[in-house]
């Protein structure tokens, strides 16, 4: 419940002069990945020299829905907004969940395979955090309460996984033969990411060193059913677009929703699993959106822990 004009809310409340221009972008998932490809085309029209783009989600506080008529006999259903506006494939009449268990069935992803790739993803964050390699990046956050203040400076997720239970997991979406489960699928969360950009002339004026050049980046759009696929569509369309070859980038990042997600698109673009989301040494970088009707109340933010590898070369 952020209320009216997110995106200004926060500039001001950072302490950003009162007539900095400020956009708030609903692309769902993709927002914040859509927020930096704006920035970029705007820098890049001259319009701008520098500009903070990112995103941003609290999902622990989206409020339950009512009705505006007057209430009937027999009582008010709450509507869960995170799943109306966030989580519902409003083409198809169900869960985004239910996309995902498509995807699965058309490219013959299991649920083992699927809950490898969580385990694993659980364990790279594990890892980098017992490494440090999260600490420059995270602001740390204050909770103020009556009775003491609380200050938030790491990931929580991560820590308190639990393995083991991963196979003893029901299915979520299908109860059957699902292969979506709580573990394999991303929770809910708080959270968020930005990322200064700007014009080169502005960065050497002020003797800024850049973490990284954005070279180019697209957009996709498919079925909304198909929507776990849509990078793919972005991917090549951007990859046609710069000449570059799917053995030229060492970095891939895919907002994973869903194991599937991921698994789908490495399939797909014939990736090498281990290749995604880890260091590099090649020079392409670009940063790619997909779009089907994916929903996760636009929380795909620029994430910096790629460009914060010691390679030059990612796409996101």
């Not at 970095?251 to 797909?268: D, G, M, T």
Request: proline letters at 4%; glycine letters at 8%; charged letters at 20%.
């Amino acid at each position: 419940m952020a209320g009216q004009a997110p995106a200004r809310q926060a500039a001001l409340k950072a302490g950003l002069e009162i007539s900095t221009p400020c956009t708030t972008v609903n692309k769902v998932c993709a927002s914040g990945m859509k927020s930096i490809m704006l920035a970029a085309s705007s820098i890049a029209l001259g319009h701008q020299d520098v500009i903070c783009a990112g995103g941003m989600e609290s999902m622990s506080n989206v409020p339950f829905y009512l009705p505006r008529k007057e209430p009937s006999y027999g009582g008010v259903k709450l509507v869960d907004a995170i799943v109306h506006d966030g989580l519902w494939d409003v083409y198809n009449q169900f869960h985004m969940g239910n996309c995902g268990e498509n995807t699965a069935k058309v490219q013959q992803i299991t649920r083992e395979q699927q809950d490898e790739y969580a385990a694993m993803s659980y364990e790279r964050s594990q890892n980098a955090a017992k490494k440090g390699i999260f600490d420059k990046e995270i602001v740390p956050v204050v909770i103020e309460s009556k009775k003491s203040n609380t200050t938030v400076d790491k990931d929580e997720e991560y820590a308190r996984v639990d393995l083991s239970k991963f196979p003893k997991l029901k299915p979520a979406f299908v109860k059957e033969s699902g292969t979506i489960t709580a573990a394999n699928a991303s929770t809910l969360n708080d959270g968020a990411a930005a990322a200064i950009l700007s014009s080169a002339d502005f960065a050497h004026k002020h003797s800024l060193k850049p973490l990284a050049k954005i070279i180019a980046y697209a957009d996709g759009a498919c079925k909304p059913i198909d929507f776990p696929i849509a990078p793919v569509l972005a991917i090549n369309k951007l990859l046609k677009m710069t000449g570059v070859k799917t053995s030229e980038v060492d970095i891939w990042e895919i907002n994973e929703a869903f194991s599937v997600v991921a698994l789908a698109n490495i399939k797909l673009l014939n990736l090498d699993k281990e290749k995604h989301v880890r260091s590099s040494n090649n020079k392409h970088v670009g940063a790619a959106s997909g779009e089907g009707t994916k929903g996760s109340g636009g929380n795909l933010q620029w994430r910096r822990r790629s460009l914060g590898h010691n390679g030059r070369g990612s796409l996101i």
